[in-house]
């Protein structure tokens, strides 16, 4: 298993909480990068919102790509994934930008393309959104602009969406990035399997992500494609005691009156093809971190882990708060690193 985690670009990851004593900060994120790669953290995932999707949308939020260039010169090994999402970034621009991040990090960029669900955000910031298929077809577009300026001289297209004549992208990537991405509806997982690297998934416990990683395997059989490796987010709590941990999980997810980070939440629902049955508590907590259920001791926590490699899960995507304590935590009682 490869351990990654979520970087806080939003101060936090629970909704309930408003002060997780981890700030939407350049400072707390370089210094938790730094930390993780000590602690032996794979890669970190850094998400690309605009507006605070956690606290609030008035709340700080980091921007993904000045983040990750500045972590890509102050880090050696870990592996920055970070969130794009197609209609904010020309990809004739992004493919000139990202190859000198990636020169910057010495080839540890990766992309997790991100076809947007959020409505509000692209009217405020005036940029097109597509209905949900045409959100796949625009990305599949995109990453076959990209891809053609990462491996060849000059690249040429005509589409729906995207133009290019003859483009230059000097430097290339060092490599070509891993490219991940998500998505349950028959459009996401055709174009996935299709033209990805990756598959990532949002939680759910074993018995339900090992056919999703069977069907997947199958779509990338058919398409003719080398194996792809399958990642899972989870929200992780690690106590001396199964009581304790349970503890911790009542006052994350313990919703009195809904604070300002649940503000998107119908709108998040009817924007996306995901499972409708999503309970409000569960929301106490992003990308369904809680049903995977990484909850007690660190032998609890390794034998679950274990469950979710027999059923082909090569990464998991953590989400921990306080992030710097938890983190550290993590890596000493379950992945034995720290």
Known sequence: MRYGYWTPVFGGWLRNVPDEDMAATWEYTRDLTRNAERWGYDLTLIAELNLNDIKGIDQPALDAWSTAAALAALTETIELMVAVRPNFHHPALFAKAAANIDRIAGGRLALNVVSSWWADEARQYGLQFDQHDDRY??????????????????????????????????????????????????????????????????????????????????????????????????????????????????????????????????????????????????????NRGLRPNLVGTPEQLKERIAEYEAAGLDLLLLQMSPQAEEMERFAAQVMGTA
Not at 159 to 173: L, Q, S, V
Not at 200 to 221: E, L, S
């Open 137 to 286: 077809a625009r990305t599949s577009e995109w990453l076959r602009v990209v891809d053609g300026l990462w491996t060849e001289e000059r690249f040429s297209f005509a589409g729906d969406f995207y133009r290019t004549e003859e483009a230059i992208c000097a430097p290339k990537p060092l490599k070509r990035p891993i490219v991940y991405a998500g998505g349950e509806s028959e459009k996401a997982k055709a174009m996935i399997a299709a033209q990805c690297d990756a598959y990532v998934m949002h939680g759910d416990p074993a018995a339900a992500i090992a056919p999703k990683i069977a069907d997947m395997r199958a779509r990338r059989a058919a398409a003719g494609g080398p194996p792809m490796q399958y990642g899972m987010a989870a929200y992780a709590i690690v106590r001396d005691s199964e009581a304790e941990a349970k503890r911790e999980l009542e006052r994350i997810t313990t919703v009195a009156e809904l604070p300002a980070g649940y503000a998107n939440f119908d709108q998040w629902l009817s924007g996306t093809q995901l499972e409708r049955e999503l309970k409000l508590q569960e929301y106490a907590v992003s």
